[in-house]
């Protein structure tokens, strides 16, 4: 059973705007903390960017800061990757995930992972 679905990659320019979106239909997302990893060719998949369950809360990678932004609407039980200013070193798969836990930094233990969805910056 797919718990979490993404949606909105492709490809774009750089300096392209893009908007990830990621359904949880069958979870109880009011209570998740939400965030987006990515894994590009080659690397370890890194950490993004993460939403506490009450939506007030954000959390990013220094890599993304100022140009990413993580939303939620808890009743359409969605999370949302704004992603700005793209650059060719954003180029990767991105993956939703859910937490049970508001973590600190970086670390964030995944409960459950979406599939993926490419996105392909062409500089």
């Known amino acids: 059973q797919v718990l979490l679905v993404e949606s909105g990659g492709g490809p774009v320019q750089a300096g392209d705007s893009l908007r990830l979106s990621c359904a949880a239909p069958a979870l109880t997302f009011s209570s998740l903390v939400m965030g987006w990893f990515r894994q590009a060719p080659g690397k370890e998949r890194e950490f993004v960017a993460r939403i506490h369950w009450r939506g007030d809360t954000t959390y990013y990678a220094d890599s993304v800061k100022g140009r990413f932004a993580i939303s939620r609407d808890n009743g359409k039980n969605t999370v949302y990757l704004q992603m700005n200013s793209l650059k060719a070193e954003d180029t990767a798969i991105y993956y939703c995930?859910?937490?049970?836990?508001?973590?600190?930094?970086?670390?964030?233990?995944?409960?459950?992972w979406g599939q993926g969805t490419q996105v392909t910056v062409s500089s």
């Open positions: 995930a859910a937490s049970n836990i508001w973590s600190t930094g970086r670390y964030f233990p995944v409960r459950y």
